[in-house]
């Protein structure tokens, strides 16, 4: 089977992945500076899986650079990954409402580790259906970096069980920042910009229909009850804009730059993890529109 529809579908669903998760933040009860770092957890939260799943985005990306075609196995062990995958902004945000849960603690830190796994074996089934490719024999799975982020996990949980509570959830933090250090080593450059740029656009566009969604029906079907929500569609016509703009830059960007690198595609992912709270403050700044 040829990977690039494959390749697209995966692509979408992490997108779609790492952009609704925002919608798990509650808002802030009031306009205040207090009040709104109160959910720092919840933005903590979003961060590592954000990054967690870029992560794992780069890893296959590597991957399906060196592969032409997979079989029915492979996307078997993908499906599940990406089954794993899905589950993420449930379980985080009930992480992120209950830091100290043992049990949200666990269940999540457990899906952490399978999700890795499930992706590890992918990778493995990947590998032995191209066993004789002289393209994948230039990477090497036997690699520290794939194991490396299981283990500290692992010891999160042995912290979580003796000292410290929320053991897990700092070690799923430091089990990825471990794991980009590590692949900042990664010098190789990539010719294809394609799947990255399809990438960037998914999550701007998912952006954009969000922040649609979240504006509020009209109390009524008169146009005095639209017009109570001016504010609101002020508020999303900004949004619009600025998320417009970024995607008209990093078109204009891409259709000069020809290569990306490790730094290139981290320093675009982390821009585009601020763009996606632009959901959350807009309905933020739609309802408290002449506060600070």
């Not at 283990?151 to 929320?166: A, D, M, R």
Request: aromatic share 18%; proline share 3%; hydrophobic share 55%.
């Amino acid at each position: 089977m040829d990977t690039g529809r494959f390749e697209t579908f995966y692509d979408a669903v992490l997108a779609i992945v790492i952009t609704i998760l925002v919608l798990k933040i509650p808002q802030p009860l009031s306009p205040e500076w207090g009040a709104f770092f109160s959910n720092y957890l919840s933005f903590v939260t979003y961060f590592i899986v954000f990054i967690s799943i870029i992560n794992i985005w780069y890893s296959n990306q590597n991957l399906f650079q060196h592969i032409e075609d997979i079989n029915n196995r492979a996307i078997i062990a993908y499906g599940f990954s990406i089954f794993l995958f899905s589950l993420f902004p449930y379980f985080a945000s009930w992480l992120s409402m209950n830091p100290y849960s043992l049990t949200a603690e666990v269940i999540f830190g457990l899906l952490i580790i399978f999700a890795n796994i499930s992706h590890i074996i992918s990778v493995v089934i990947v590998f032995g259906a191209n066993h004789s490719s002289e393209k994948l024999s230039e990477l090497n799975i036997k690699k520290i970096h794939f194991l490396l982020p299981l283990i500290i996990v692992i010891c999160g949980f042995i912290v979580s069980f003796t000292i410290y509570t929320p053991g897990i959830y700092l070690a799923s933090l430091l089990s990825v920042i471990v794991s980009i250090i590590y692949n900042r080593r990664d010098k190789k450059e990539y010719e294809d910009t394609e799947r990255f740029e399809a990438l960037i656009d998914a999550i701007i566009a998912i952006i954009i229909t969000i922040i649609a969604i979240e504006i509020p029906l009209a109390a009524n079907g008169n146009l005095e009850g639209l017009m109570e929500l001016k504010l609101e569609f002020i508020a999303y016509a900004i949004s619009f804009i600025v998320c417009f703009n970024v995607w008209n830059f990093s078109y204009n960007l891409f259709s000069i730059v020809k290569k990306i690198n490790y730094r290139s595609i981290w320093t675009i992912a982390l821009g585009l993890f601020f763009l996606s709270l632009i959901p959350y403050l807009t309905t933020y700044v739609a309802k408290n529109f002449n506060a600070f």
